[in-house]
């Protein structure tokens, strides 16, 4: 059963493990395994790599902000896979007894992540591989997942359309925004929990979501979107005015012009965290985990915080001060945040996603 975490930046002015290492004269003593000394600045690499995450924008991103400087300007090869979690997972699943499989590392949200590691698909973290995971924050390794990108699931809306903002998920059922509220089929599962808390729910029982979300079908009929970037555009022309979606993601909305305001449900937000897994066929495990570590460096999320609006899970990022504030929840949110139940989550949902396609998305 997943244990609550609570989600924090460091502006900690921490020496780089670069330096560290330097100042003790490392050079002629293997403190760390072969292969994995030095930073990630001067490391050079060669061979290929297969990587598997959602597509779109983000993916985008991830290239820009980390994939390209950071490995493939320095020789590695990197190859991409790129569908829906549930059509992933399925893959990484079919592939656990094989010989050799076809990705080597796959972005999943934590539960993913869980679900992948309860069938036996998953290789089991050696993380004295990954030495910038030791700047990693408290509460987030796990022996399966090392965490990438943090946020959580908010209301979104238009303040030119909406004049006074949402206080509760209870708002996306408004009859006045009938036509005008807008989902996304990517984060689905969000969606249970966050009904479920308007009906007696709780983050180990949605059971009262499913009559939460026929009654919001009723009421406003919402637009069900493949994924973000449809979703934003949608709040881009005036096509919708409301939705809920990471707290991140308004952020960077509002950073290309998009009307958008995020508001925190009086509920909690729905925690989100993202990261990275290697499925136990990888054909290519010494470059995943230069990947690994490659990814948890300060100048990766940088780029990262500065692209996407997500927080990052290291203690020495240094993000500037703004920008740190913009991507964290308030100490009074954080309190407030829901973080899933990992065993329930990966019980139900495949359950929940059959369901969600026949009587939500249809």
Excluded: C
Aim: no cysteine; aromatic share 10%; charged share 20%.
């Amino acid at each position: 059963m997943k244990k609550n975490l609570t989600f924090q930046n460091s502006s900690s002015t921490l020496l780089s493990r670069r330096r560290v290492l330097q100042g003790m004269g490392v050079a002629g003593g293997a403190l760390l395994a072969p292969g994995f000394l030095g930073s990630a600045a001067a490391q050079q690499y060669s061979g290929e790599l297969v990587v598997s995450n959602w597509g779109g924008d983000w993916n985008a991103n991830v290239v820009r902000a980390f994939e390209e400087p950071e490995l493939e300007a320095k020789g590695m090869v990197i190859k991409r896979d790129l569908a829906s979690a549930p059509a992933r997972k399925t893959k990484i699943i079919a592939e656990r007894n094989l010989p050799r499989g076809t990705i080597d590392v796959a972005q999943f949200t934590d539960a993913d992540a869980y679900e992948l590691n309860l069938q036996g698909a998953l290789e089991e973290i050696d993380y004295s591989k990954i030495p910038n995971a030791t700047h990693l924050l408290p509460n987030m390794k796990t022996p399966y997942f090392v965490p990438f990108n943090i946020s959580g699931m908010v209301i979104i809306y238009n303040p030119e359309k909406i004049k006074t903002p949402p206080t509760s998920y209870a708002d996306l059922l408004n009859p006045e925004y009938a036509g005008k509220v807008g989902l996304i089929d990517q984060i689905y599962f969000n969606y249970f929990f966050a009904f479920a808390l308007l009906n007696g729910g709780s983050m180990s029982d949605v059971t009262p979501a499913f009559e939460k979300l026929k009654e919001l079908k009723k009421a406003v009929q919402p637009r069900i979107y493949p994924s973000h970037q449809q979703a934003a555009a949608a709040l881009q022309s005036g096509e919708i005015w409301i939705t809920a979606n990471y707290k991140a993601r308004a952020a960077q909305w509002k950073k290309e012009g998009i009307k958008v305001e995020p508001a925190y449900p009086k509920e909690g937000a729905i925690a989100f965290k993202g990261g990275v897994v290697v499925p136990k066929r990888a054909r290519n495990k010494d470059n995943a985990y230069h990947y690994l570590n490659a990814m948890l460096t300060p100048p990766v999320a940088l780029r990262l915080a500065e692209y996407t609006f997500y927080q990052v899970p290291i203690d020495n990022a240094n993000l500037p001060p703004a920008l740190a504030a913009e991507v964290a929840f308030t100490p009074e949110e954080q309190k407030l945040l829901r973080h899933f139940d990992l065993e329930y989550t990966a019980k139900n949902q495949a359950a929940w996603l059959e369901w969600w396609n026949k009587e939500i998305k249809v």
